[in-house]
């Protein structure tokens, strides 16, 4: 069973709450890059960024980061993902890089991404920006800034749909 949790208005507020927020903590734009990790972050990233052109009038950088390689499950999946290619076009020496991801569950996604990224340079900051933070960490790991935070409990899943792959913006949660 499915239940509407955000919808297309709701999810373009706490976008724009988020990179308010994120333009806050580093006093602007200058600096900063984002980097989207496969495949809904990518998408949140990218419009953070417009939304950051769009108030500062600055074109931050911004890369895609598929963690697959780095996942410590990547042995223990039933079925292989598809690696998408990651594209980091930029040094992220002293950068503040902010991590860009849908969903943080367990941590270990974030703890991926962190690893990758040290692969690609030696950043001054990595802060995580999430949609929805549904609990249940397992590493200690908390999002600088979050959308929404949904407690839900292991057996329930959070989906986020995106217009770039799916048509519409919704979360749902979804029940067994």
């Not at 955000?6 to 580093?26: A, G, H, S, V």
């Not at 998408?43 to 890369?63: F, M, Q, S, W």
């Not at 999002?143 to 799916?166: C, D, H, M, Q």
């Amino acid at each position: 069973m499915e239940k509407e949790l955000l919808n297309e208005q709701e999810i373009e507020r706490i976008l724009t709450r988020i990179t308010y927020e994120i333009l806050e903590k580093n006093k602007g734009a200058e600096n900063i890059c984002l980097i989207g990790i496969v495949t809904g972050g990518v998408y949140l990233a990218e419009r953070i960024k417009g939304k950051i052109k769009e108030t500062e009038n600055i074109d931050v950088p911004i890369g895609i980061l598929d963690i697959s390689f780095y996942r410590d499950d990547i042995n223990l999946a039933k079925t292989r993902k598809k690696i998408k290619p990651t594209n980091i076009p930029f040094s992220l020496d002293d950068k503040k890089v902010v991590l860009v991801d849908d969903v943080l569950y367990t941590g270990r996604s974030t703890r991926a991404a962190m690893d990758a990224l040290m692969d690609f340079g030696r950043p001054a900051e990595i802060q995580l920006a999430v949609l929805i933070d549904r609990g249940h960490r397992e590493l200690p790991i908390m999002a600088n800034y979050t959308g929404k935070y949904i407690p839900t409990s292991r057996s329930e899943k959070i989906k986020v749909y995106l217009k770039e792959f799916s048509g519409k913006d919704s979360v749902v949660l979804i029940t067994q």
